[in-house]
C-alpha cells in the first residue's frame, strides 16, 4: 500500500502565494508521475500539473506561469508552488502518484494512489 499526504493548502488572498507538498510512503519501488488535480466547488476534478521521474513537467493552461510543479525523489515528495493565485483557483487540491510497490516475497505491483485533498480559498 502507499499513502499519500498533502499539506500546505489555507486561505490567501488574490494575488498571494501557497506551496503544496506531498509526501508518498508505504512499500514504493518506485514512482513515475507524480501530480496535482484540483476540483472546484460543484465542478469536477481537473488536471492542474504532472512531473514524471525524469522531471518533464505539463502544466493545464489555466496555471502556465503562474504555478511549478516539482519533486524531490529521494523523498517521493512533489510540490506545487503557486503565486500570483486568483479566485477562480479556489478547489480541493489533490496529489496523485503511480509506480510499484512491494510485495510480499518481493514482487511488485503497479499502484495508482490519491492524497485525501487539501483546501485552497483565494478570497479577500
Known amino acids: 500500500q502507499v499513502q499519500l499526504v498533502e499539506s500546505g493548502g489555507g486561505l490567501v488572498q488574490p494575488g498571494g502565494s501557497l506551496r503544496l507538498s506531498c509526501a508518498a510512503s508505504?512499500?514504493?519501488?518506485?514512482?513515475?508521475?507524480m501530480g496535482w488535480y484540483r476540483q472546484p466547488p460543484g465542478k469536477q476534478r481537473e488536471l492542474v500539473a504532472t512531473?514524471?521521474?525524469?522531471?518533464?513537467?505539463n502544466y493545464a493552461d489555466s496555471v502556465k506561469g503562474r504555478f511549478t510543479i516539482s519533486r524531490d525523489n529521494a523523498k517521493n515528495t512533489v510540490y506545487l508552488q503557486m503565486n500570483s493565485l486568483k479566485p477562480e483557483d479556489t478547489a480541493v487540491y489533490y496529489c496523485?502518484?503511480?509506480?510499484?510497490?512491494?510485495?510480499?516475497?518481493?514482487?511488485?505491483?503497479?499502484?495508482?494512489?490519491w492524497g485525501q485533498g487539501t483546501q485552497v480559498t483565494v478570497s479577500s
Open positions: 496523485n502518484a503511480d509506480g510499484y510497490s512491494y510485495l510480499p516475497g518481493g514482487s511488485r505491483m503497479r499502484f495508482g494512489s
Open positions: 508505504g512499500s514504493i519501488f518506485s514512482i513515475n508521475a
Open positions: 512531473i514524471t521521474s525524469g522531471g518533464s513537467t
